[in-house]
């Protein structure tokens, strides 16, 4: 069984960052698939970002991408979402998943039901 816990969520205003983190216990992350969705109220929860096991493949929605980085530490059994340039559109709880087995291409990494483990959720908001 693995436990994901998310923290750095918080109310930033427009323009700003913020780093997510995403810590996993009960088995090391070396071969899994990591990444990040979100869910704004009122809307379906979207993928957000997503790393391979090795931290080479990286995947990001185009509503993200140049503005948010993915990256993983396996030593720490961490994953980090560096949230730059943020928008008001970008408010909603972030929640961190697992995939245990091997992800083939961005139409894996973006769906949600390719996930086995799933977050808490950490909120983000962005203040105009």
């Known amino acids: 069984q693995v436990q994901l816990v998310e923290s750095g969520g918080g109310l930033v205003q427009d323009g700003g960052s913020l780093r997510l983190s995403c810590t996993a216990s009960g088995r090391t992350l070396s071969t899994y698939t990591m990444g990040w969705f979100r869910q704004a109220p009122g809307k379906e929860r979207e993928f957000v970002a997503a790393?391979?096991?090795?931290?080479?493949?990286?995947y990001y929605a185009d509503s993200v991408k140049g503005r948010y980085t993915i990256s993983r530490d396996n030593a720490k059994n961490t994953v980090y979402l560096q949230m730059n340039s943020l928008k008001a559109e970008d408010t909603a709880v972030y929640y961190c998943v697992l995939r245990r087995a091997f992800c083939a291409g961005y139409g894996c990494y973006a769906a949600p039901a390719k996930y086995d483990y799933w977050g808490q959720g950490t909120q983000v908001t962005v203040s105009t």
């Open positions: 790393i391979s096991g090795s931290g080479i493949s990286t």
